[in-house]
Structures are given as C-alpha cells and as structure tokens.
C-alpha cells in the first residue's frame, strides 16, 4: 500500500512518541478533570497551598513591571536572583553555591526535574525511583530515555526506606537516585542518618542523586537535612527547590536547581534549545520572596501544622488508618479495610459527599488502598471533609 493510501487511523497511531503514548495520563490530573465539572466541591486533592501569594511580593513583582522589566533573562536567570538563592542554601541548608555557574532558575521545580533527567540519562540508563512517588518522576525518566526501577516503601514499616532494597535495586546501569523529601504523596521524610546511608551508596556506586526538596521547608518535627549537605553528596547532587508550596507562588512558576557547574551547565543547555529563560516578572517576584522570608513562610508553616494534626487525629477518630506525616501537607490514609480499591473509595467519596480526594494508585501501584489528602485548606474545609468521610464509611 503506497503512503497516499494509508488509513488516517493508521497515520494517526504512528505520529507520536512511543515513549510518550505508553505514558499514563496524570492521575492526579485525571481526577482534577472530574472536580472542576462540579459545583460546591471541598477539594483536598490539588497540592497547592490556600494562601495567596504575600501582598509583598506581589507589590514588587508589579512595581518592576511599571518600571519596565519586561525582557529576557540570562539563560540561567537573574544573577541578582541567583545570587539570593545560594545565600538561602547556605543560611538555611548549610550548602554552599556559586551563583554565577552552580544554580539555575527553573520554571518551576518540575522542569528542574525534566531538565536534570535529560541532562544525566543516556538510552537505557536506570534511575532509581522511591515509590509512592510524584506522579511525574516515572515518566520524566522514560521521557529521558531512561528506564525507572521502582523501589517501593510500605505503610507496615511507616513508609521508611529500606536501605537493603535500596542498595539491591542499583545495577551496572544505574545512573541516578531520584528522592523526594519529605514527600508527596506519604509526608514522610529522611532522618539524617538516612541522608547520610543514601549519600555513602551514591558515593560507593558512583551515582548522581536528584533531591526534590521542594517541601524542605514544611519539615514539622525534626530538622530538614539537605541531601548535598551530607558527607561525599555535594559533588554528585542536584537539589531541586522552588516557591509554589512555602512561598504559596504556584501560579507564578518559579523553582531552581543547585548542583556542580558541569550538571548546571549541561541543564542550562537544554534550556537555552526549549525555555530560553523563566519570566522576569516571576522573578523579580522571588527575589522579594527570599528576602522577606522570615516575614512570610513561618506563619503559613506553622498552620498547615496545625492542620496535620487537626486532620490526621480526625481520619483516627472516626476509624481511618493513617500515619502521622513528617512533613510536606498531605495525609496519606489506608483505606484497605472498607473493601474499595483506591478510585471506588474517591469516585463515592466524590459523587456522594462531594469530597475530592485523590486515588493513591496516582503514585504508583504501590499506592493501591490508599488515598492522598491535601490539608492545604481550611479548619473548616477539613472538618466538613472528614464528616464526609465519616459518612461514607458509615454506609459501607
């Protein structure tokens, strides 16, 4: 059959990605679809904090608009930008960067991660990914053309990292060790013995270590440990960060990532060819955004502390499974016992008490009799939300 005489249907199937077709679609955003259909939802499934960017900030993003700053940036970044993220990392992490060759600003932290994956993976390369985990870490690997092996944590052993499995699961191809802590979707966190055990084995294998720590902030009863600031780790990490979850800044995009010059170099490359540079005006934002930190983010930390306890003692009270989270702000509660899979027990939730929460099968299979709850909303938000799902149960 001659190319003029194919099918449309045919032509069709073989003018995307084969990587990109076996792809899921999000299952996060797969469920968002379904919420915003509906009228007087009380969502807890979208991870992005109820605060509204501090008056500050915005005031200055909009004061550099009026005078003008409407151009490109550095590639990298504004310097001035870069230059108040590495004294963050120093003054709140203990890691020091060179702002002009060690730090890039990103849009947002998810293309840190996009950025960071194509920079360090060869075709058939192996990263090593810690599941539950962020809907995007899988697919960013394969995009790459990587392949993801999944190292998986229990809720039996309070979602702690095995070290054994861990070490287990590295082989001639691994490349890389993508971490997220603490974590979305289970809240948990490593201790900084852990940091350090993670940190030996990347050094004993040669292995580069992407540390999403973009929830570094929301660290609730123990200090935050930056991976790269851990002992051989500096030289062979890429911290990912960003203002949309502490900085309450999700809409205007911005993240970075700190690393040795040679990654940064290799991610500001790709970005050159793709992004060329992250928006001026969203910039200059976050720069007011770190240098009124103090002013800001310790208010909004200390609620969603509130809220954690507040929502977790309530899922107890009424009979729901689920482990104090250590950080970040989301609940992850088991939901086996009641004899629905994950998505029957948010479709009902949904449909009859108009609760949004989200399947945990989002975060891999893994996640299966489990479901991920944002407490980033209010007392009273929370409060009606487990009376819906105290009714729920009730019925099954």
């Known amino acids: 059959m001659s ?46 904090p109820d605060f509204v960017t501090p008056w500050n900030v915005r005031e200055y993003a909009m004061f550099t608009l009026e005078r003008g700053d409407t151009s490109y940036t550095s590639n990298k970044g504004i310097l001035a930008l870069r230059r108040e993220i590495a004294g963050y990392m120093a003054h709140r992490f203990g890691v020091t960067y060179d702002p002009e060759n060690e730090v890039l600003v990103t849009v947002g932290a998810s293309q840190g991660l996009d950025l960071s994956m194509r920079a360090i993976l060869n075709p058939g390369d192996e990263a090593i990914v810690i599941e539950p985990s962020y809907v995007a870490y899988k697919p960013m690997v394969a995009l790459a053309g990587g392949v993801p092996v999944v190292v998986t944590l229990r809720y039996e052993n309070n979602f702690r990292l095995d070290l054994a499995e861990l070490r287990a699961a590295v082989t001639p191809r691994t490349r890389a060790i993508l971490l997220n802590y603490p974590s979305n979707p289970t809240g948990g966190t490593f201790t900084k013995e852990e940091c350090r055990h993670i940190a030996a084995l990347a050094e004993e294998y ?9 929830y570094a902030e929301m660290t609730y009863d123990q200090e935050h440990y930056c991976m790269a600031d851990q002992p051989g780790a500096r030289d062979r990490t890429i911290v990912l960060n960003g203002f949309s979850k502490a900085f309450a800044m999700t809409g205007w995009r911005m993240g970075f990532a700190a690393g040795p010059a040679d990654l940064i170099a290799g991610m500001t490359k790709i970005f050159q060819y793709s992004m060329l540079s992250a928006p001026i005006m969203s910039q200059n934002a976050a720069i007011e955004a770190l240098r009124k930190r103090h002013q800001n983010v310790p208010h909004m930390v200390e609620t969603f502390n509130q809220r954690r306890r507040l929502f977790v003692e309530g899922l107890r009270a009424i009979g729901i499974d689920c482990h104090m989270p250590e950080g970040a702000f989301y609940a992850y509660p088991c939901i086996r016992k009641f004899g629905l899979s994950s998505r ?13 929460v989200v399947p945990g099968t989002a975060f891999g299979p893994a996640g299966e009799g489990f479901v991920r709850c944002a407490y980033a909303a209010g007392f009273q938000e929370l409060e009606q939300a487990l009376e819906g799902m105290k009714n729920l149960i009730g019925r099954l």
């Open 3 to 48: 190319p003029s005489h194919r099918s449309s249907s045919t032509t069709r199937a073989h003018r995307l990605n084969e990587t990109l077709v076996a792809l899921p679609p999000s299952g996060i955003r797969e469920f968002f679809e379904l919420v915003i259909a509906m009228d007087d939802i009380i969502s807890l499934g979208v991870g992005e």
């Open 344 to 356: 029957e027990f948010c479709t009902r939730l949904l449909k009859e008490e108009r609760i949004a």
């Open 206 to 214: 040669d292995l580069i270590l992407i540390s999403d720590e973009i």
